[in-house]
Nanobody, 125 residues
């Protein structure tokens, strides 16, 4: 399974970006795909995740109401729409996939088996 993240860039505070994560090698139909982020000197943190069966979505409190995770089954792609961006959203964003994960683990990076390479998001003030 391979994941390819893209869509990062430089944006002013209040702006928007959409990240994409293309998953290849295995269908998303039974998987969970999440986005995590890591700022310099900080630990990796959970951002959002989607469970393909049922389309359930979960968000970190810090992004709830501003970010939306969604997916396109035909394209095997998961998106992260980020609106009202803040300087504190600056980080490298990673997508990750898991095919055997329980609900209590969905915010835990170590529960995900496959990771993309990351895409940098920089929000200027």
């Amino acid at each position: 399974v391979q994941l390819q993240a893209s869509g990062g860039g430089l944006v002013q505070a209040g702006g928007s970006l959409r990240l994409s994560c293309v998953v290849s090698g295995r269908t998303l139909s039974s998987g969970t795909v999440g986005w995590f982020r890591q700022s310099p000197g900080e630990e990796r943190e959970f951002v959002a995740t989607i469970r393909w069966r049922g389309g359930y979505t979960y968000y970190a409190d810090s992004v709830k109401g501003r970010f939306t995770i969604s997916g396109d089954k035909d394209k095997n792609t998961v998106y992260l729409q980020m609106n009202s961006l803040k300087p504190e959203d600056t980080a490298v964003y990673y997508c990750a996939a898991a095919y055997s994960i329980i609900l209590s683990q969905i915010r835990m990076g170590q529960a995900y088996d496959h990771w993309g390479q990351g895409t940098l998001v920089t929000v200027s003030s």
